[in-house]
C-alpha cells in the first residue's frame, strides 16, 4: 500500500504510549453512577467495548517495552494515516450520500493498559471502540501480533483492523449500536451473540468499503498482495479459527464476531462494490 496523500493531522488524535495509567483511578460523577446501577439492573454491561477479536488472551499477547513502542513512530505515522482516511472517506459518504454531518471519533494508542469510557483496558483485549467516549484504543503492539501470532503480515491488514474500529463509530453515528444496545436486555445470550456477530460483519464490511474510497479518493493505492494480506487478516481472526486454535473445536452459538469465511466475505464485499448500501448485515438472509 503506497501513500498518496496522507493525512497527518493530530486534531483528532491521543498519545498515551509509554505512560501507563494505574487501574483503581476513582471515577466521578453522578451520570457514571447511574449507569453503572442500571447496568447491575440489567446485569448487563451498557458500555461495553467493542473488540476486533473475540478470545484473545492475556498470555497470547507480546507487549513491547515502553522505549520501543514509542521509537516506533512508523507505526504511528501509519496508523494515524489510516484514521484519518477513514474519516475523510466517512465523512465524504455522510455528506453526500446521507446527507448527516459526520464527527469524527478521537485515535487513543496506548501502551500496556489504559482507561476508557468503558474502563480499564489491557492490551490483552486488542484494539477496540469504545461508544461512551467515541474513541478508538490501539496498543500498537496489536500489529507485531497480528504479524507473528495470527501470520497476516502487511499494510492492508493493519489498516483494515484501523478500518474496522472506525466501522464501529459509524454504527454509532448512525444509531445502529443503540439500537442494538436497546434490545440487548431482551435477547438470550446465543440472540445476543447473533447480534453481535452482525455488528462485527458490518464493521467488517466498512473496512473494506474504506479501502474501496480511499483509493479512489487518491488517499492511497494499492499493490500487489495487498487486498490479500487484509483477506488473511479477516481470516485469522474469525471464532471458529481462533476457538479451534485455542480449544480444538468451534461451538456457534458463542460466536461473537463470525467466522472466518463471513469475517472475509463481508470485508470483500465492501472492497468490491464500493457500495454503502450493501452492507445491511442485519437484514441478510445468510445471517439469520
Ligand atoms: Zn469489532
Not at 467515541?134 to 492492508?156: C, T
Not at 492511497?220 to 495487498?226: C, F, K
Request: charged letters at 20%.
Amino acid at each position: 500500500m503506497k501513500w498518496i496523500n496522507r493525512n497527518d493531522s493530530e486534531t483528532n488524535y491521543e498519545d498515551r504510549r509509554g505512560r501507563g495509567v494505574k487501574r483503581g483511578i476513582t471515577m466521578g460523577g453522578g451520570g457514571i453512577l447511574v449507569v453503572l446501577v442500571l447496568s447491575l439492573l440489567l446485569g448487563k454491561n451498557p458500555m461495553q467495548m467493542l473488540e476486533l477479536v473475540g478470545g484473545l488472551t492475556e498470555q497470547s499477547v507480546e507487549t513491547v517495552d515502553e522505549s520501543q513502542a514509542k521509537e516506533n513512530e512508523d507505526l504511528k505515522d501509519f496508523t494515524l494515516g489510516v484514521f484519518n482516511s477513514a474519516n475523510d472517506v466517512w465523512s465524504e459518504i455522510f455528506r453526500n450520500r446521507l446527507e448527516k454531518n459526520y464527527k469524527a471519533p478521537v485515535l487513543v494508542t496506548f501502551t500496556g493498559q489504559t482507561q476508557s469510557g468503558c474502563g480499564a483496558a489491557s492490551s490483552s483485549s486488542g484494539p477496540f471502540y469504545c461508544p461512551a467516549d467515541e474513541k478508538v484504543y490501539i496498543d500498537l503492539a496489536f500489529f507485531y501480533e497480528l504479524a507473528n501470532r495470527f501470520k497476516a503480515p502487511g499494510d492492508l491488514a493493519m489498516a483494515y483492523v484501523t478500518a474496522h474500529e472506525v466501522g464501529h463509530h459509524i454504527q454509532k453515528q448512525l444509531g445502529i449500536l443503540d439500537q442494538v444496545q436497546q434490545l440487548r436486555s431482551r435477547l438470550s445470550e446465543a440472540q445476543y451473540n447473533k447480534m453481535n456477530v452482525k455488528l462485527e460483519l458490518q464493521a467488517d464490511f466498512f473496512a473494506g468499503l474504506w479501502a474501496y474510497h480511499a483509493q479512489k479518493m487518491n488517499i492511497i493505492e494499492l499493490e500487489q498482495g495487498d487486498l490479500e494480506s487484509a483477506i488473511k487478516a479477516a481470516q485469522a481472526i474469525g471464532d471458529d479459527t481462533l476457538q479451534k486454535e485455542a480449544q480444538g473445536y468451534a461451538v456457534p452459538d458463542s460466536f461473537t464476531h463470525g467466522t472466518s469465511a463471513q469475517r472475509m466475505y463481508w470485508f470483500n464485499k465492501g472492497f468490491q462494490t464500493g457500495d454503502y448500501s450493501q452492507g445491511d448485515t442485519f437484514n441478510d438472509p445468510s445471517l439469520n
